[in-house]
């Protein structure tokens, strides 16, 4: 597979925007299978309009992007996720399956509709039972015409690093989340892919700087990543521009992203490979069959031959705390709500292996939190409508949040918040247990909108509630999102009540110029015969007193190829 030369569609965008002219971006997806083979090993994958990989999404600050999805998988549901965008004021686009919407159905049809107010390097994909890696997952970019590294590189680039299984996702899930396999050991990928590919050639001309937009779109392994016999510049991070930075070597965790400045030498007369190499600590073993690098090359001289990457002593990749933001956005030193989460993995009574959050793993509500947030007036503003098993906090508008999260876990864990980026303003070392609320805190702290937080350590996380909505906050590796490491963030939910309406229930808000729910939004309930209204167990009498737990059973479901609970709830 070519490298994705972003050139052509960025020059045509910027010229829209420097025109002040803001485009409607329009994409028709035809959600099928397919038949890949990236690493040589061929499989059914999910694919859009018959192909995969499946397309980039491109659009420029400013525009308005419509992504027409239809599901033709044929046995299973599906959605799409755009992760990192803010979705301002439209929080029932986000995608994420339980929080903001229904799956969309077999067979049936779903519209998101959003105005894009960020640039940067970001990826879409589904948010429904474990799905993408088996294919649905894609880069997407949003093109900025004030960038200011715009005058410092000549063209752009998209890579993306990611894993790869020969097995479909309902399988596995069903053998990792069981009995079987009461240690919770995460399937280890078969392969690394570049590019969802191997062997990947990028044609380099010399003397000039390439912008890399690097996304890591895998299920669970990080990567190392380095270009051989050249340095990067990073200049963004999950959409924040920082402060340029040197690195060797850059380490992306699942969901990460990472914009580098690279300049070709001048000398034309070598070719230079590009390494990536999956973090082994990850993985409770490793089979001896594994490879887990992948290589791609820069390839300055087709007939030169392509070097074997050379060995390396250790992995020291560039610590991503130390960044600046470019805007140097000041701490948050005021806090006014804060709260803790400490993560761990235990068994259930079934004997298998689950996450928790506070000794709570989360289940999937009867009804999508967002609509319940809707239809439930003034009690919206309490936790308890929302179930406990879904680890829901509520915000006020404008409140600085802070988050202490202790992992007391020896594995390393991606941590990921929708509708926002935040401050890290503290990250422990390895095996130093709970946070201490005694440490030095940054004047301009680092921020992104996916963190790593290191085995046995901590992490502390704010930002401010801005954007009223529904938003997961939850671990990126798929394996621990299908085992129940989320939050739900319910935001400002009354002045989301003014702005978004279920106008075709009785809870529409008074408010004529509040957005509506679209049609397909709604039929995507309804054909599934899933509850628009009420508490999280679908009760629209007694939201409170009448609300019993959502309850992990002893026994998950895979039915049709998606990974569901039981869910005991009273009338």
Not at 188 to 201: F, G, Y
Request: proline share 7%.
């Amino acid at each position: 597979m070519a490298p994705l030369s972003m050139s052509s569609a960025i020059a045509t965008l910027l010229a829209l925007v420097s025109s002040s002219i803001a485009a409607t971006v329009t994409y028709d997806f035809n959600i099928t299978w397919v038949t890949a083979q990236p690493d040589g090993f061929s499989r059914p994958t999910i694919g859009i309009n018959g192909q995969w990989p499946i397309p980039p999404i491109t659009a420029a600050v400013g525009d308005r992007v419509i992504v027409n999805v239809h599901n033709q998988l044929g046995n299973q549901t599906t959605s799409l996720h755009f992760h990192g965008l803010y979705m301002n004021g439209t929080t029932h686009m986000d995608g994420a399956v339980g929080a903001s919407q229904c799956s969309v159905p077999v067979g049936g049809s779903f519209v998101y509709d959003f105005k894009i107010d960020q640039p940067g390097t970001y990826w879409y994909h589904s948010h429904d039972t474990g799905q993408f890696p088996d294919g649905l997952r894609g880069p997407l970019i949003i093109s900025d015409p004030d960038s200011p590294y715009k005058d410092q590189y000549d063209e752009e680039l998209v890579l993306t690093l990611s894993d790869w299984y020969h097995d479909q996702m309902p399988g596995l899930l069903r053998h990792f989340i069981s009995h079987a396999n009461p240690t919770g050991a995460e399937p280890v990928p078969d392969s690394a892919l570049m590019n969802e590919t191997q062997d990947l050639k990028i044609n380099v001309e010399p003397g000039k700087t390439y912008m890399f937009r690097i996304v890591n779109m895998a299920a669970f392994a990080a990567q190392y990543l380095w270009f051989e016999g050249h340095t990067m510049r990073i200049v963004e991070v999950d959409g924040v521009y920082t402060e340029a930075a040197e690195a060797e070597m850059i380490y992306l965790t699942a969901a990460q992203r990472y914009s580098v400045l690279v300049t070709t030498k001048d000398d034309t007369s070598s070719n230079f490979a590009i390494v990536g190499s999956m973090d082994e600590d990850l993985f409770d073993a490793v089979p001896e069959t594994l490879n887990p690098n992948v290589t791609g090359w820069l390839i300055y001289d087709k007939a030169a031959p392509l070097p074997t990457p050379a060995l390396i002593d250790s992995f020291e990749p560039f610590d991503d705390f130390t960044l600046v933001p470019y805007d140097r956005q000041a701490l948050f030193d005021k806090v006014d709500y804060s709260f803790t989460l400490d993560v761990k993995m235990d068994n259930l009574g079934d004997g298998a292996n689950y996450a928790f959050f506070n000794d709570i793993t989360y289940v999937r509500p009867k009804v999508p939190t967002l609509y319940s947030a809707l239809t439930s007036g003034n009690l919206a503003t309490d936790a308890a409508i929302y179930s406990t098993h879904t680890n829901p906090f509520v915000l006020e508008k404008d409140q600085v949040v802070e988050i202490v999260l202790n992992n007391m876990d020896p594995g390393k864990h991606p941590f990921h918040l929708h509708g926002h980026t935040f401050q890290a303003v503290y990250r422990s070392e390895e095996e130093a247990g709970v946070y201490m609320d005694n440490r030095t805190l940054p004047e301009i702290p680092m921020r992104r909108d996916t963190f790593l937080v290191h085995p046995n350590g901590n992490i502390v996380l704010r930002f401010r509630a801005d954007n009223p909505g529904i938003w997961l906050f939850h671990c990126h590796l798929e394996w621990h999102v299908a085992s129940g490491l989320i939050a739900t963030i319910i935001e400002a939910p009354l002045q989301l009540q003014n702005t978004l309406s279920l106008a075709q229930s009785p809870y529409a808000s008074p408010n004529t110029s509040a957005l509506v729910i679209p049609t397909s939004h709604v039929e995507a309930c309804t054909k599934q015969n899933v509850p628009i209204a009420g508490n999280a167990a679908g009760n629209t009498v007694r939201l409170i007193s009448h609300l019993s737990s959502l309850h992990p059973t002893p026994a998950i479901w895979i039915m049709y190829g998606k990974l569901t609970w039981a869910v005991v709830v009273e009338g």
